[in-house]
């Protein structure tokens, strides 16, 4: 599975961004996916998760709320809205087991797209 992120960028505080995570293969279908955030300086923490049919999603705390995780069964998507500072990163997609993703750990993973949030 190839991974690849689009919809990044630079967007004043309280604005909108809608993340893509492009999928091929034929395993992507059936596994989760998920949303990683790496702040400059810190490490790369898990943003929200989804179950590979949408049955069950997570978000962290810090966008829960404000995110929402959504897939078919080619992409998955991040609508990240009320966007802070705090916001900005490197968001990166990935693709593996549900409950591994939770732990930190997804298999598959994309090259990453730029978010800043201007105050």
């Known amino acids: 599975v190839q991974l690849e992120e689009t919809g990044g960028g630079l967007v004043q505080a309280g604005g909108s961004l809608r993340l893509s995570c492009a999928a091929s293969?034929?395993?992507?279908?059936?596994?989760?996916a998920g949303w990683f955030r790496q702040a400059p300086g810190k490490e790369r923490d898990l943003v929200a998760a989804i179950t590979w049919n949408s049955d069950a999603t997570y978000y962290s705390d810090s966008v829960k709320g404000r995110f929402t995780i959504s897939r078919d069964s080619a992409k998955v998507y991040l609508q990240m809205n009320s966007l802070r500072p705090d916001d900005t990163g490197v968001y990166y997609c990935?693709?593996?087991?549900?409950?591994?993703?939770?732990?930190?750990?997804?298999?598959?993973w994309g090259p990453g797209t730029q978010v800043t949030v201007s105050s």
């Open positions: 990935t693709s593996g087991w549900y409950n591994k993703i939770l732990t930190g750990f997804g298999y598959y």
């Open positions: 293969g034929d395993s992507f279908s059936r596994n989760g």
